[in-house]
């Protein structure tokens, strides 16, 4: 399993920022998709953003615009930069990989899926 361990949460004020980072191992394979999900005190945990396979990215419908993931492959970290928060981005922010996912576009927001899974970081986001 890849090791994962996520950092940057945090409390902020609707309208501020956040970046989370996810470092995982320098020996993880390139094919390796990787993910942002979050869960809510209560609900399920959903699919935030994750990466192709030609590098372009995806998130949930919700998020677009405000949410941007990219990966540094020369520092082995997976980041997700947070704008214009809002009271109901509170959750604990996950990290996962999986070996294989497919249909990608289809399956990614799939947790079951994944098989490797950081801790979770907090971000509050109060009014």
């Known amino acids: 399993d890849v090791q994962l361990v996520e950092s940057g949460g945090g409390s902020v004020q609707a309208g501020g920022s956040l970046r989370l980072s996810c470092a995982f191992d320098?020996?993880?394979?390139?094919?390796?998709?990787m993910a942002w999900f979050r869960q809510a005190p209560g609900k399920e945990r959903e699919g935030v953003a994750s990466?192709?396979?030609?590098?372009?990215?995806i998130y949930a419908n919700s998020l677009k615009g405000r949410f941007s993931i990219s990966k540094d492959n020369a520092r082995n970290w997976l980041d997700l930069q947070m704008n214009n928060l809002r009271p109901e981005d509170t959750a604990t922010y996950y990290c996962?990989?999986?070996?294989?996912?497919?249909?990608?576009?289809?399956?990614?927001?799939?947790?079951?899926?994944?098989?490797?899974w950081g801790q979770g970081t907090q971000v509050t986001v109060s009014q």
């Open positions: 996962a990989s999986s070996p294989a996912i497919s249909p990608f576009h289809i399956a990614w927001t799939d947790s079951r899926r994944y098989t490797s």
């Open positions: 320098a020996y993880t394979p390139a094919n390796v998709r």
């Open positions: 990466l192709a396979s030609d590098g372009s990215s």
